[in-house]
Structure formats: structure tokens, C-alpha cells
């Protein structure tokens, strides 16, 4: 069974555009969370949806939005670009939304905001 | 609020040797889960152990094991016998019952042959 993909996986972009990256789960899970790494906050949660709808959002600008289409893939998008965006963004997904259920991550997509 | 610490910035440890890697966290929350996550240097991260916080037993999983302090609000992962494959950066987290995940920065462990 193919694992979680994210696409692209190296982004380079200038500050005030816009950006979408894109993850799609593992076959048949339908939970996909998205998280932004950085080497001096660690992992910070973005948000969290399930079968088209967002359950959980976290603490981020409204320049962060993400989307989940009815094959489960999800999207993200960050707009007009600041240069604290420069991040890893990894993506992960399970069965369902829930503790018991393990979360499967991908590689992540390196973004880098000049 | 909850938040996960990790104090250990980076760690060595030599082959076949045991170290331990320690978290503390804060929630308000009676019933939650923990878990140590390992990402190695291709990026992928993976589940190493998880603990719920109602069970008093510590989990094991084959090398690795959690010493849980509910009271303390501690939760270390041991790691006997370090092989070159543990070489990775570690991250303790708490999963609230809002099903949110809140990481620690991460301990970057290195295992010297």
C-alpha cells in the first residue's frame, strides 16, 4: 500500500505571493492533518479534516486555509507569503480522526519564502 | 493551554549502550494520549510508542520504552541497545481530547558506532 505523498516536494517563492501544496493519503484513510515544522517552534498543528470538513483548526493566520475533496486528498494554501512561512509542512493521515487510530506521515514539502 | 517540552536539544549516545530521552507537558486535561515520534534524516516521521494517560502501566515496544509520571507530568523514552538506525530527531507529544497534537521542539539524537 503506497504511503502518504506530498507534492511538491521543494518550493521556492518570493514574499506576497500565494502558495498551494497538495497531500494525498494513504488508500482508504480518510483523516488528513497538516502540520508546519520549523527548528525553533518544532511542530505546530495547522488543521485537521474529515470527510470534506475542517474539525480542528490550530493557531495560525487567516492566510492559511486547507481543503478536503471527496477522495480525501487535501489541500493547503498560504497566502501572500511572509518570509516566517519558510518551513517544512508535513501532512498526515488516518483511518478515521481519533487516538486509536495511528497517524501516517509523508515526507513533507520544504517551502522556502524569499 | 497544553504544551510539551523537551529540554534535550541534541543527545549521543555509543552502540548497544541505553540512553534516555526526557519530556515534560502541561494540560488541564484528565484524559489524554502521549506518544514519542521518530523522524529520521529522509524526513519521514513514524509512531515510536504511545501511552494513554488513564493507564498506569508504562508501554513497551520491543527496545523502547516510556517511564510515565502522571503526577510529575513526566513522560521520558528509554532506548536500550542504540543501533545506527535510531539516529533521528525525536518529538514528544500530547494528543488532547480535541484530537489536537501539540509537539515538543524535538531532541536530535545521534548514535556513535
Known amino acids: 500500500k503506497a504511503g502518504v505523498t506530498q507534492t511538491p516536494r521543494y518550493l521556492i517563492k518570493t514574499r506576497g505571493q500565494q502558495v498551494t501544496l497538495s497531500c494525498s493519503p494513504i488508500?482508504?484513510?480518510?483523516?488528513v492533518s497538516w502540520y508546519q515544522q520549523t527548528p525553533g517552534q518544532g511542530l505546530q498543528f495547522l488543521f485537521e479534516?474529515?470527510?470534506?470538513?475542517?474539525?480542528n483548526k490550530g493557531n495560525f493566520p487567516g492566510r492559511f486555509s486547507g481543503r478536503q475533496f471527496s477522495n480525501s486528498r487535501s489541500e493547503m494554501n498560504v497566502s501572500t507569503l511572509e518570509l516566517g512561512d519558510s518551513a517544512l509542512y508535513l501532512c498526515?493521515?488516518?483511518?478515521?480522526?481519533?487516538?486509536?487510530?495511528?497517524?501516517?506521515f509523508g515526507p513533507g514539502t520544504r517551502l522556502t519564502v524569499t | 493551554a497544553q504544551t510539551v517540552t523537551q529540554s534535550q536539544p541534541e543527545m549521543s549516545v555509543q552502540e548497544a549502550e541505553t540512553v534516555t530521552l526526557s519530556c515534560t507537558y502541561d494540560?488541564?486535561?484528565?484524559?489524554?494520549?502521549l506518544f514519542w515520534y521518530k523522524q529520521p534524516p529522509s524526513r519521514q516521521m513514524i509512531l515510536v510508542i504511545r501511552?494513554?494517560?488513564?493507564?498506569?502501566q508504562n508501554a513497551t515496544e520491543n527496545r523502547f520504552s516510556v517511564n510515565f509520571q502522571k503526577a510529575a507530568k513526566s513522560f521520558s523514552l528509554k532506548i536500550s541497545d542504540s543501533q545506527l538506525g535510531d539516529t533521528a530527531m525525536y518529538f514528544c507529544?500530547?494528543?488532547?481530547?480535541?484530537?489536537?497534537?501539540?509537539f515538543g521542539t524535538g531532541t536530535s539524537l545521534t548514535v556513535i558506532p
Open positions: 498526515a493521515s488516518s483511518l478515521v480522526p481519533g487516538v486509536y487510530y495511528e497517524q501516517y
Open positions: 479534516y474529515f470527510s470534506e470538513t475542517q474539525r
Open positions: 494540560t488541564s486535561e484528565s484524559n489524554y494520549y
Open positions: 507529544a500530547l494528543l488532547n481530547t480535541g484530537n489536537q497534537f501539540y
Open positions: 488508500s482508504g484513510h480518510r483523516s
Open positions: 501511552q494513554e494517560a488513564y493507564k498506569q
